[in-house]
């Protein structure tokens, strides 16, 4: 089963929208696309999680790698849409200390952490 | 296990959602068990199954995983048997918080850990010749009544 992608900027934020389920199989398609969008230059991203409806312990290590990744040459990575469940494992495994759950609709002004 | 069914699968990641499938398929046929319940269950043995599939591609294997499900009174059981090298469960090193100064250097580290919150109860055996890891999940409604 495939990832589906694709992309919407709003501001300096570049934002990729998944459908499907992230896990060991899906997974490297996004760590690609991160790799790819820090590569062509797009420092501050936004993963929307809005149609994804399962993630487990390679979703959420890449997420880790795509945060440190961004923020090591100033950027920032955030999520958004998380449902219920996911907003549950990221409570769990503490990525919610360290990952922003940003609003869409929000300034994206204010979706940079401070540290 | 009086209502079991086993699920042999190729140790490739394309099963995994087949299994996340029947799994939480099965786990529905007892209607005392919450959805929440239900992610719970689907979670811990989705990690458990990517381990497996892990171990035996560290090694090279082609061979299949085992895994084993049954409704037993008031539990569910899940057995997800590998062939792989086997590790020392008790010789794991957990990785610190991800507010850890270097902990964002390293991706793993939440799989086993994971399985051990969503599970009630988890026993891994492990040696050369492969690991067994058994998942429980209660169904009385008086469990599910204090998640």
Redesign the interface.
């Known amino acids: 089963?495939m990832l589906s992608l694709s992309h919407s900027q709003i501001g300096e934020w570049n934002i990729i929208h998944i459908v499907g389920?992230l896990?060991?199989?899906t997974g490297p398609q996004l760590r690609q696309e991160i790799v790819r969008q820090v590569t062509d230059g797009n420092t501050y991203i936004v993963v929307d999680l809005e149609n994804v409806d399962?993630i487990?312990?390679?979703g959420?290590?890449?997420l880790?790698?795509g945060?440190?990744r961004t923020?090591s040459i100033g950027g920032d990575l955030c999520c958004t849409g998380l449902s219920d469940?996911l907003k549950?494992?990221f409570k769990?495994?503490?990525?919610d200390?360290?990952l922003v759950n940003v609003d869409l609709s929000e300034d994206p002004n204010t979706w940079k952490q401070t540290t | 296990m009086n209502k079991g069914i086993i699920l042999e699968i190729p140790s490739q990641v394309e099963y995994l959602s087949l299994v996340r499938a029947v799994v939480a398929s099965a786990a529905s046929l007892d209607q005392t068990l919450g959805d929440q319940r239900i992610d719970d269950l689907r979670l811990a043995v989705s990690e458990a199954t990517t381990n497996a599939i892990r171990s035996h591609a560290n090694l090279g294997s082609n061979e299949r995983i085992t895994i084993r499900f049954g409704l037993e009174g008031d539990r569910i059981e899940v057995e997800v048997q590998d062939r792989g090298s086997g590790f020392d469960p008790e010789n794991l090193n957990p990785a610190g918080p991800l507010t850890e100064k270097g902990r964002l250097d390293y991706e793993g580290g939440f799989g086993i850990p994971l399985m051990k919150i969503l599970a009630d109860e988890i026993k891994i055996d492990s040696a050369d010749e492969g690991t067994t890891v058994q998942l429980v999940v209660y169904v009385s409604p008086a469990n599910e009544e204090s998640d």
Not at chain 1, 92 to 95: A, D, F, I, S
Request: hydrophobic letters at 45%; zero cysteines.
């Open positions: 089963m389920e896990d060991m199989a399962f487990d312990s390679t959420l290590g890449i880790v790698g945060l440190k923020k469940n549950e494992v769990l495994t503490g990525l200390t360290v």
